[in-house]
């Protein structure tokens, strides 16, 4: 007897269409404080002193070695599992100093990274029909290598730096991962799986070093927890996966911070 799983449509939680929107809000209002401030204070004839050799802004660009999973995906009944070897992504941020070692911002990642695609356990399994020898169909039945896109999009908090030499980075992020445009590695057919969203925290420790007041280079570890779709999971089948990346990244200073 031959069978096939229906993929219902996920329904995400109630949050999920606030939560970036919340998110850039709230640091928008952060970012203008400091303006509004400024502007207040001018006029009634006073003005916010600029701190020489602190800069105002900051951006960023690098690499990330990332880790993850594996993702249990409830709906396509399947886990995804990123393996032991990095994934490479491309990361930047905006930032806005908040004190003379303090920035706010927003970073984001993306990669197209390698992903092995197995059946999750408690799940039914695909019976495939006969004669169907389609990848798509291969690799629900019995696993495969397949490939998505990895995008991240994250609020930073950062402690840390100097005018010159060595320093300590202490960050903490929180944000959304999102996988899309899932596909069979081979030859690039797509899985019949929606794209998906996941919210995610770290904490992350490392060490800067300033070439000059407003060129750093920085090398950072963090860890983190991150939360996957939880409908249609098997009893006893958790939602979370861990996070961790190695991120190295080129930092330029823009402008003065004014007390």
């Known amino acids: 007897m031959y069978f096939t799983r229906t993929f219902a449509p996920s329904v995400r939680p109630s949050i999920a269409p606030t939560l970036v929107p919340s998110l850039v809000l709230a640091l928008a209002m952060a970012w203008s404080l400091p303006v509004e401030v400024e502007a207040q204070l001018r ?3 006073q003005s916010r002193p600029r701190v020489s050799g602190v800069s105002g802004y900051w951006i960023s660009a690098g690499a990330a070695a990332a880790g993850l999973g594996p993702v249990k995906d409830g709906p396509s009944a399947s886990e995804w599992d990123f393996g032991g070897d990095p994934r490479w992504l491309l990361r930047g941020t905006l930032e806005k100093a908040m004190g003379a070692t303090t920035t706010i911002g927003l970073a984001a990642s993306f990669g197209n990274v390698d992903f092995g695609y197995s059946n999750l356990e408690g799940a039914p399994v695909l019976d495939p029909m ?9 690799c629900q039945s019995s696993g495969c290598t397949g490939q998505l896109d990895l995008w991240g ?16 980075v202490v960050e903490a992020t929180a944000g959304v991962n999102s996988f899309r445009n899932l596909t069979v590695k081979s030859d690039g057919a797509a899985l019949p799986i929606e794209n998906t969203i996941d919210y995610n925290a770290s ?3 490392g060490i800067g070093f300033a070439f000059s007041s407003d060129f750093h280079v920085a090398f950072v570890q963090d860890f983190g ?3 996957h779709r939880g409908e249609m999971l098997p009893e006893g089948t958790g939602r979370t996966y861990r996070t961790r990346n190695s991120r190295v990244t080129l930092r330029y200073g823009l402008g003065s911070w004014s007390r």
């Open 225 to 227: 927890i991150a939360w």
């Open 153 to 168: 999009l994250q609020a930073v908090l950062r402690g840390g730096g100097s005018n010159d030499g060595l320093y300590q």
């Open 203 to 205: 904490i992350g420790y």
């Open 43 to 45: 006029g009634g004839g």
């Open 130 to 138: 006969p004669g169907d020898t389609s990848s798509v169909t291969r």
